[in-house]
């Protein structure tokens, strides 16, 4: 089987049917079955034929996933087969359900608002390499008989336009290589990983949105788990290994080192650098007012309600950032092309 990631929304939908059967006392290898039949799985159908063959043998549904790494870490595999052994399978399948759909959510509200701001900049990038590659040539021949001292601006207009057209096998070269250390190498591409989401992390109104939407899944997982009475660094382990991000990553880990020397929910926020301060003052006065339950769903719907702002903002953000350099950039590219015209016209 593919090992190819699947989409979270369809995972969501596959786990959820599985929980709702399974809350029922339906046997999962019946929902298996019944599930396998639709026809809108995508990506999801090899998963749900394999796990459905797998229970026709009388596998369980914790094996059937370790078969796919690709698709899912090892820390969900484990919280799983943990709910299996202790009777609380319909409580994890629960767990994963909605941790999938506030993902898919995620991903879904993230593609919406970068849409506009990466087209701008492919637009930008295609724009700058027309201009280079079949205007500036044209150019390079009239500057050529002027016989005159070009200046700096057009000097280097002229010479990135030549590393396009006549280096772009080298450039080429340099990406294959580029790419090549980063899938050979896999310590120093881990250390790499680490320090670019490090950088993501810092990107302003980016950090934000990031830290938001990672409360809101903590929040929530935690809120499941303690309910159906799951094992908590299972269920932080399965978020560690999700998050994508390996800055947040570090920061749960850091919650799940806390909460195993025997801190409190509260204190491990607080030392876990990724978490917003206001959702851990939420969770301590939960703790203290003997009301956890209620406040981790206020912290979650809170979270939720700031990430939305923070994710609008990030993409106001973008976009005059991407209209700044569309400027700055046909500014030079005009300038540097027409500053040697007019000076000849200033000199005749």
């Known amino acids: 089987m593919s090992q190819r990631p699947i989409p979270a929304d ?165 990406c294959a290589l580029g790419v090549a250390v980063w899938r050979i190498d896999a310590r120093r591409s881990l250390r790499l990983h680490r320090a670019l989401d490090r950088f993501v992390y810092r990107v302003p109104f980016l950090s934000d949105y990031l830290a938001r939407t990672l409360m809101s899944r903590l929040c929530a997982l935690i809120d499941h788990a303690s309910r159906g009475e799951l094992p908590m660094p299972r269920a932080l382990a399965h978020l560690r290994a999700t998050v994508g991000n390996l800055y947040l990553a570090d920061s749960l880990r850091a919650i799940e080192d806390a909460l195993a020397a025997g801190a409190s929910l509260a204190t491990a926020l607080r030392a876990a650098p990724a978490i917003p301060r206001r959702a851990g003052l939420i969770i301590e006065l939960g703790e203290r007012s003997a009301n956890l339950g209620a406040a981790l769903a206020q912290a979650a719907a809170l979270s939720d309600l700031e990430a939305g702002r923070a994710l609008v903002r990030f993409e106001r953000a973008a976009l005059i950032f991407g209209y700044l350099i569309l400027g700055v950039a046909v500014g030079f590219i005009v300038i540097a092309t027409y500053l040697p015209i007019f000076r000849m016209g200033a000199v005749i």
């Open 10 to 174: 369809l995972l969501a939908l596959v786990f959820r049917q599985l929980s709702t059967a399974a809350k029922t006392g339906f046997p999962l290898q019946d929902a298996l079955a019944i599930v396998r039949e639709d026809g809108d799985l995508g990506q999801a159908a090899p998963l749900v034929a394999a796990m459905a063959a797998d229970a026709a043998r009388g596998e369980a549904l914790s094996a059937s996933l370790a078969r796919m790494p690709g698709s899912f870490p090892a820390e969900t595999v484990a919280l799983l087969h943990d709910a299996e052994t202790g009777a609380k399978l319909a409580d994890a399948l629960e767990l994963l359900a909605g941790d999938y759909e506030r993902r898919a959510a995620s991903r879904t509200a993230k593609f919406a608002a970068l849409a506009w701001p990466a087209v701008l900049f492919g637009f930008l990038f295609v724009l700058t390499l027309m201009i280079m590659i079949f205007v500036i040539p044209s150019f390079k021949q009239l500057y050529a008989s002027f016989g005159a001292n070009l200046p700096a601006p057009t000097i280097l207009m002229i010479a990135f336009s030549e590393l396009l057209v006549e280096g772009w096998w080298g450039l080429a070269i340099l």
